[in-house]
């Protein structure tokens, strides 16, 4: 498994719109899902969106709908987490995950197969 790891967590107010990058380091990488989650501090690691990595197809938790966007560079081995409007019920440590086989509950954290150290993201009122 190739290690993934996260970059462009920050510290911003309310409204403010922020890029995360999850890049897989070395090796091949072709999985078939990459997914970002998140975590409050003490509370669970809940799923943000996810996207195929061949197909570009995305899919979005409710609270995140409509003001965050994933996408994927194949050639950069990069997956992007771009996040705007944001509100401090934003802030948490972002992860992201991958997933080498088409596997069902993709929105729980059991399926997944790497995840990054992950990246602070604080959004203050």
């Known amino acids: 498994q190739v290690p993934l790891v996260e970059s462009g967590g920050g510290l911003l107010q309310t409204g403010g719109s922020l890029r995360l990058s999850c890049t897989a380091s070395?090796?091949?990488?072709?999985?078939?899902?990459v997914a970002w989650f998140r975590q409050a501090p003490g509370k669970e690691r809940l799923f943000v969106g996810s996207?195929?990595?061949?197909?570009?197809?995305?899919y979005y938790a409710d609270s995140v709908e409509g003001r965050f966007t994933i996408s994927r560079d194949i050639v950069k081995n990069t997956v992007y987490l771009q996040m705007t409007n944001l509100k401090p019920e934003d802030t948490a440590v972002y992860y992201c995950?991958?997933?080498?086989?088409?596997?069902?509950?993709?929105?729980?954290?059991?399926?997944?197969?790497?995840w990054g150290q992950g990246t602070q993201v604080t959004v203050s009122s």
């Open positions: 070395g090796g091949s990488f072709s999985p078939y899902r």
């Open positions: 995950a991958g997933m080498e086989a088409d596997r069902g509950n993709f929105l729980y954290t059991s399926p997944w197969d790497v």
């Open positions: 996207i195929t990595w061949m197909e570009g197809a995305t």
